[in-house]
């Protein structure tokens, strides 16, 4: 059997930490979609938000556990593709589905009222919150991550060492759940949303973090990541190909992922600007009040679209 072959099919780091993590967060989400439920609340327990919730778990445990994370270790290009996975496709699962209400239904009595007292707009920790999760810090972070994480020391040292390996993993993550709340607007609501306008600013702006990066790596004239040259091969592509394609996945399908949310914002501001202008027509036409724009009963696409908005 062809060797990569062989760890796609049968290479699963089935890890008890992040098994349990997952499991509890899904327990969690579940425990709580059941207690709204019965408490009449139907749009957070809408069922597109469950599977877009449980899409984003699954998403964790595959770029964490499956042949992908082992592969990295002999290929930068699988690198890329978890790091993909951690930093753009998990965060926005997790968080269209606005979680963390549902979540804190999810907690037993006495900590769903803790966790009350912690949010509360007067608390410390909330103002503390505020504080560290800034938009402007948020994006500072992001970029640090992205750069920080590919400097050729740092990284060779997370392939090197599996603590500083998952201190990345959970680095990465952590950076883009924050980011993407900002973009997304979901709860907890400690801060002013954006207006759609800076939200696609902001969603641009890291572009050329990762564009810049991503070529640096792609047309690098030798190998960046040592690491990658002391360890055996698996097939037939070299370090600089190898190289190369993951400088590519982070140059093009890393931006496109920022590209895509940003027309999808202003896909919405276009909606929201045209809805008004309808509502402002028909009231001189008629004199009666304007009504709220918008669809009442959203499908899942149109509603998960909606968060973006």
């Known amino acids: 059997m062809d060797p990569i072959l062989s760890v796609l099919l049968f290479s699963w780091a089935w890890r008890p930490e992040i098994i349990l993590t997952l499991g509890l967060a899904a327990a969690l989400q579940l425990t709580g979609r059941r207690r709204l439920k019965q408490r009449g609340s139907e749009r957070l327990v809408a069922p597109w938000r469950s599977v877009a919730y449980l ?31 951690l930093v753009m496709v998990a965060p926005v699962l997790l968080l269209i589905a606005d979680p963390m209400p549902v979540a804190l ?37 992001s970029v640090a991550a992205l750069v920080g994480w590919h400097d050729p020391g740092a990284y060779n040292l997370t392939l090197e060492s599996e603590l500083v ?23 907890p609501h400690i801060h002013k949303r954006l207006s759609r306008g800076v939200r696609i600013g902001y969603v641009l702006s890291i572009v050329p973090a990762s564009a810049i990066t991503g070529v640096a790596i792609a047309f690098a004239s030798q190998p960046i990541y040592t690491y990658y040259t002391t360890v055996p091969r698996l097939g037939s592509m070299t370090v600089m190909q190898d190289q190369m394609l993951g400088g ?54 149109a509603a998960a679209l909606e968060e973006f908005g």
């Open 105 to 141: 239904w999810g907690l037993p009595a006495g900590l769903r009222l803790e966790a009350g007292r912690l949010l509360r707009p007067d608390s410390r920790f909330r103002s503390t919150g505020r504080a560290l999760t800034a938009p402007g810090l948020v994006w500072l972070y």
């Open 165 to 187: 390996h998952d201190l990345e993993h959970i680095t990465f993550f952590a950076t883009a759940m924050l980011f993407w709340w900002h973009v997304i607007g979901s709860a």
């Open 55 to 85: 899409g984003g778990l699954v998403v964790l445990g595959i770029a964490l556990m499956s042949p992908i994370d082992i592969l990295s270790a002999q290929f930068f290009f699988m690198h890329m593709i978890q790091h993909l996975l």
């Open 248 to 301: 590519v996945i982070m140059w093009i399908p890393g931006s496109m992922m920022y590209i895509i949310a940003a027309l999808i914002l202003i896909a919405r501001l276009i909606q929201a600007e045209e809805g008004q202008s309808n509502a402002s027509r028909s009231q001189r036409a008629t004199g009666e009040a304007p009504r709220t724009a918008g669809i009442q009963d959203k499908g899942p696409p």
